[in-house]
């Protein structure tokens, strides 16, 4: 079945304290991004890959790092977590085919910093 | 650059009546525009999408949306509301790479029965 994981679903951290959210696709996509959805904000884009070892910040990258060094995975990271990056995170891939690809989603994190 | 408006942050309808979700754009080049619907605790699925061409736009569970350029606009409707289309709806706009998309904030769909 053709799909985006993502792991954790959910977590709870404290500010500081580092962690990845991984991200995988099986559909050998040359594009991934993550988007975080907040409240009335809808998603916005905080990094994306064209593809292998190729990366560019979104529209909100403070605070995030990524990194592509294959092509089905591309975790997010949070060096220094802070209670602002509480959000629900979204992975998303596409093919490059053609224009206007569709971004297939993954289910989502659910990230909560105290 | 891209930018979406949907208009209403909740619509409430009955079952059985008519959905309209609204969207406008705005953008610097030529759009293509899309609505995504996300089910609780789900990641977002796309309904359907303009690129170019017939401006009627068909997509999945009977929704459809019309380009209208004159208006800027990308409305979604469905004649007949159903109870499992209650969900969050997104309007997105990109200029031709997924870079520059955009979504907006979202409408949230309530169906009574």
């Known amino acids: 079945e053709a799909q985006v994981t993502q792991n954790p679903r959910y977590l709870i951290t404290v500010t500081g304290k580092k962690l990845t959210v991984t991200c995988s696709q099986n559909?050998?996509?040359?594009?991934m991004s993550w988007y975080r959805q907040d409240p009335g904000l809808g998603l916005r884009q905080i990094y994306y890959s064209m593809n292998v070892e190729v990366t560019d910040k979104g529209d909100v990258p403070e605070g995030y790092k990524v990194s592509r060094k294959e092509k089905r995975n591309f975790p997010l990271i949070l060096e220094s977590p802070s209670p602002n990056q509480t959000s629900l995170y979204f992975c998303a891939s596409s093919s490059r085919t053609g224009w206007a690809y569709e971004q297939y989603f993954g289910p989502g994190t659910r990230l909560t910093v105290t | 650059a891209q930018s979406v408006t949907q208009l209403g942050s909740h619509v409430s309808v009955s079952e059985g009546a008519l959905v309209l979700l609204r969207c406008n754009y705005s953008?610097?080049?030529?759009?293509?525009l899309f609505w995504y619907v996300q089910y609780p605790n789900q990641g977002l699925q796309l309904l359907l999408k303009?690129?170019?061409?017939?401006?009627l736009v068909k997509g999945i569970n009977g929704f459809e949306a019309e380009f209208k350029k004159s208006e800027t606009s990308f409305h979604l409707t469905k004649p007949s509301a159903h109870m499992s289309d209650a969900a969050e709806y997104f309007c997105?706009?990109?200029?031709?790479?997924?870079?520059?998309?955009?979504f907006g904030a979202g409408t949230r769909l309530t169906v009574k029965p």
């Open positions: 559909m050998n996509h040359e594009y």
């Open positions: 953008s610097s080049v030529p759009p293509y």
């Open positions: 997105a706009v990109a200029g031709g790479n997924n870079n520059d998309m955009r």
């Open positions: 303009y690129t170019t061409g017939a401006t």
